[in-house]
T-cell receptor, first 114, second 112 residues
Framework: SQTIHQWPATLVQPVGSPLSLECTVE??????LYWYRQAAGRGLQLLFY??????ISSEVPQNLSASRPQDRQFILSSKKLLLSDSGFYLC?????????????FGPGTRLLVL | LAKTTQPISMDSYEGQEVNITCSHN???????ITWYQQFPSQGPRFIIQ???TKVTNEVASLFIPADRKSSTLSLPRVSLSDTAVYYC?????????????FGSGTRLSIRP
């Protein structure tokens, strides 16, 4: 079965510090991977998605970046965090069975920037 | 990508049937309709998916009229544990680079 991992689970960082969040998927190969951010009480905002190693599509211009160094690894980074980067970060992978598509989410990382 | 519109919030009581309707007027021919459920501090969880008419699983039913411009998620006999945010999504699985966009969802509150 497929499993998606995220770490860390929670993170408190000062403004201006760097960020690295990691997501890994087990039990599938060449998955489409996604990074979302959710502010408190709000919906999910798609940040990045990747269809393969080294392939990143950005949805929202900001101080975040993403990388996919391995097939089942997706990393979200920032060189200098802003207060507005606080939120709940979710990684997801897409399962495609014929024409039916579903997304499976990791446990998330709660980031607080102070 | 077809945009979806759903109520911001709904309230109900334990044991009641809850119906959440989603509008998607610009749905494309090859789009499927998918509903997710999200509890606080967790990622969304797939509930049900359909293309037309009615789909039922152990959790919910999904009703889709012939014109497919809307859909209704039906939760039978809700309990307190059904309190969550419910998202309606419309999209196709044919594109290898498909983007899945979540709206704001419907915040469902179940009372004793």
């Amino acid at each position: 079965s497929q499993t998606i991992h995220q770490w860390p689970a929670t993170l408190v960082q000062p403004v201006g510090s760097p960020l690295s969040l990691e997501c890994t998927v087990e039990g599938t190969s060449n998955p489409n991977l996604y990074w979302y951010r959710q502010a408190a009480g709000r919906g999910l905002q798609l940040l990045f998605y990747s269809v393969g190693i080294g392939q990143i599509s950005s949805e929202v211009p900001q101080n975040l970046s993403a990388s996919r160094p391995q097939d089942r690894q997706f990393i979200l980074s920032s060189k200098k965090l802003l207060l507005s980067d606080s939120g709940f970060y979710l990684c997801a992978w897409r399962r495609l069975a014929g024409a039916i598509e579903t997304q499976y989410f990791g446990p998330g990382t709660r980031l607080l920037v102070l | 990508l077809a945009k979806t519109t759903q109520p911001i919030s709904m309230d109900s009581y334990e044991g009641q049937e809850v119906n959440i309707t989603c509008s998607h007027n610009n749905i494309a021919t090859n789009d499927y309709i998918t509903w997710y459920q999200q509890f606080p501090s967790q990622g969304p969880r797939f509930i049900i998916q359909g293309y037309k008419t009615k789909v039922t699983n152990e959790v919910a039913s999904l009703f889709i009229p012939a014109d497919r411009k809307s859909s209704t998620l039906s939760l039978p006999r809700v309990s307190l544990s059904d309190t969550a945010v419910y998202y309606c999504l419309v999209g196709a699985g044919y594109s290898s680079a498909s983007k899945i966009i979540f709206g704001s969802g419907t915040r469902l509150s179940i009372r004793p």
